[in-house]
């Protein structure tokens, strides 16, 4: 592709995502948290963001509310609107990615366009998808936000899980049933994966 004029491109002399995983002692990805709303995608995360930190990983967790209170705050809920989010917060990752940052994102990213759109964007070999597999029943009793008795009352259209669909993935993917585990138990499972993704060598599986 030629280049525009007046854009004079200088990505030779920008230090690259190698240099930056070099000096972190990384190997960057995303760890793409998809499932129900209330199925324990952010808790999950942020347990396992505590870990990572302590093994001496640098990392950079990503969640849908913060995300739509900053960033993305001019966006609705629109299906127009659904997909610029998952589109920037792909951009966004792709930021930190190269910066040799692990992501962690906690979105429900609920069918398989999304997840697909996603690993356009971010690239199939960065992308680590685990799917936090807690049956609806469990998600609405607990209902942390509230959000599924609005559904149920027609509060909210479009609800995953009540009003909207949410896909089994169809990519390959790290599942994790939470139904019966602690918190600290469904970050392991999902660390025990993530792990050798990560590792540059198994300097940091000692700590
Ligand atoms: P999400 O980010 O998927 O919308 P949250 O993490 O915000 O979900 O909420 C999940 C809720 O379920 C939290 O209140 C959490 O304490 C609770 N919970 C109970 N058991 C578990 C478990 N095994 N794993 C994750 N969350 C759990």
């Not at 002399?13 to 129900?36: C, F, N």
């Not at 962690?104 to 998808?129: A, Q, Y």
């Not at 169809?170 to 138990?185: A, H, N, R, S």
Request: charged residues 25%; aromatic residues 6%.
């Amino acid at each position: 592709m030629s280049t525009p004029e007046n854009i004079f491109p200088v990505f030779d002399q920008i230090l690259q995502r190698e240099d930056k995983e070099k000096m972190l002692q990384q190997h960057a990805k995303v760890i793409w948290m998809t499932g129900l709303s209330g199925s324990g995608k952010t808790t999950i995360a942020k347990q396992l963001e505590h870990i990572l930190h302590h093994k001496g990983f640098l990392t950079k967790l990503l969640d849908g509310d913060n995300i739509r209170s900053g960033i993305n705050n001019n966006l609705t809920f629109s299906a127009e609107d659904r997909a610029e989010n998952i589109r920037r917060i792909s951009e966004v990752s792709k930021l930190f990615l190269n910066c040799g940052v692990i992501c962690i994102n906690c979105f429900v990213s609920p069918t398989n366009d999304i997840r697909h759109k996603i690993i356009e964007i971010v690239g199939e070999e960065n992308v680590l998808m685990v799917f936090v597999n807690t049956p609806l029943e469990v998600c609405e009793a607990r209902d942390v936000k509230g959000l599924y008795a609005k559904a149920r009352k027609g509060e909210i259209p479009n609800f995953t899980g009540i009003s909207a669909p949410f896909d089994v993935p169809d990519m390959p993917y790290i599942e994790v049933k939470t139904e019966g585990l602690t918190v600290e138990e469904s970050a392991q499972q999902i660390l025990d994966k993530v792990l050798p993704h990560l590792n540059v060598e198994d300097s940091k599986e000692e700590e």
